[in-house]
């Protein structure tokens, strides 16, 4: 049995390492954290415990360089944590558990490995460094059970709140999928195939295909930017395509783009494909919230991202935290995600007591 530290992922076998925690999907894989490494806004290392040269967990930290959070969906300060947990939590008094960006977190510690002794054990050296530098240990986004297992091992020290659920459709490589559904998810299909066919709605890529970013980036871009904006929370077309084309750069993940046209508007999904699921990312569309928005939505949304992974045989579709209703009654089922702090007194309390305190 070992223990120690390491700044590169590289230092460790991929498909072990990919093993340990698929629950975040690409958010947390290698590939993803290795370009994560490359981000001058962040300092990363990794605690790596192998036994009998099998690697068992290898969890990564995370330290911010900058005097502000770069993404301000990281600071503990914003997340309504109970009793102001996270009122101390600077980008200076903070070490980020698991991940820094994308929203979605792994544990990275492997299933046998979760028991409370185990996992405290692994805490107590995250909390040793934290604390000499006068730190908490943040959770950002978290599984229901990872938080599960992070709470048996800290005697439920860590404060959280819940966050809105994320959206999954599985089983889409079955090619009776859709025949098991509940009665009033196949109507809902029904509706809108018909719905599409008479607005009329064209796709993009005939026989359920998708572009890829490079193809769609002049107006993919202009439209998500566009739909920010709407929602309030405004960012320029270059940040997204930016953003795109760093996720392009990853050689395990396929960034796909479904566009849509109707007769006076036009709209588009982004996509990235990793291993056997597809997430459905964000969404552009011009036009006005009425039946012809709604098709081009449904199109773009549903319809053509359920054509490509059947087609493909990915089985699962992730769908992010957003606008539950409209996902429900296409067959989506929701998992429970989690911001959470342990403040830095009981980050010193822990370093102190040790794994057998």
Avoid at 191 to 211: F, M, N, S
Wanted: hydrophobic residues 35%.
């Amino acid at each position: 049995m070992a223990i120690g530290f390491t700044s590169a992922v590289a230092d460790f076998d991929q498909k072990q390492f990919d093993a340990l925690d698929t629950t975040a999907g690409f958010a947390s894989s290698y590939t993803r954290l290795l370009q994560k490494e490359q981000d001058p806004r962040w300092i990363s290392r990794y605690l790596w415990w192998t036994d009998d040269d099998r690697l068992r967990a290898a969890i990564p930290v995370y330290r911010s360089r900058m005097s502000s959070w770069p993404d301000p969906r990281y600071d503990p300060r914003s997340w309504g944590l109970p009793d102001g947990a996270g009122d101390d939590c600077t980008p200076q008094a903070s070490l980020l558990v698991g991940g820094c960006g994308d929203r979605r977190t792994g544990l990275h510690v492997d299933v046998e490995s979760r028991t409370p002794d185990t996992l405290r054990s692994l805490l107590v050296e995250l909390a040793r460094i934290a604390a000499d530098e006068d730190r908490c240990l943040v959770f950002p986004y978290m599984h229901a059970d990872a938080r599960k297992a992070l709470d048996a091992a800290t005697d439920d020290l860590i404060a959280w709140v819940e966050l809105p659920r994320e959206a999954h459709v599985f089983g889409l490589a079955d090619p009776e999928w859709e025949n098991r559904l509940p009665r009033r998810v196949r109507r809902t299909f029904r509706q809108d195939r018909r719905r599409i066919a008479a607005t009329p709605v064209t796709d993009g890529v005939a026989g359920g295909g998708a572009l890829s970013w490079d193809e769609a980036r002049p107006w993919a871009a202009e439209l998500i930017s566009r739909q920010h904006t709407a929602k309030g929370d405004p960012e320029p077309p270059e940040f997204v395509d930016f953003r795109y084309s760093d996720l392009q750069e990853n050689p395990d993940v396929d960034v796909l783009v479904f566009t849509a046209r109707s007769p006076t508007l036009c709209g588009v999904a982004t996509a990235v494909v990793w291993a056997d699921e597809m997430e459905v990312c964000e969404f552009g569309l011009s036009g006005e919230n009425d039946e012809e928005h709604l098709a081009v939505y449904i199109s773009v949304g549903f319809h053509q991202p359920f054509q490509y992974a059947q087609a493909r045989g990915i089985n699962h579709l992730r769908y992010g935290r957003t606008s539950e209703a409209p996902k429900a009654i296409r067959g989506a089922v929701f998992t429970e995600n989690s911001n959470g702090v342990l403040g830095i007194d009981e980050t010193k309390r822990l370093a102190r007591r040790g794994p057998d305190g």
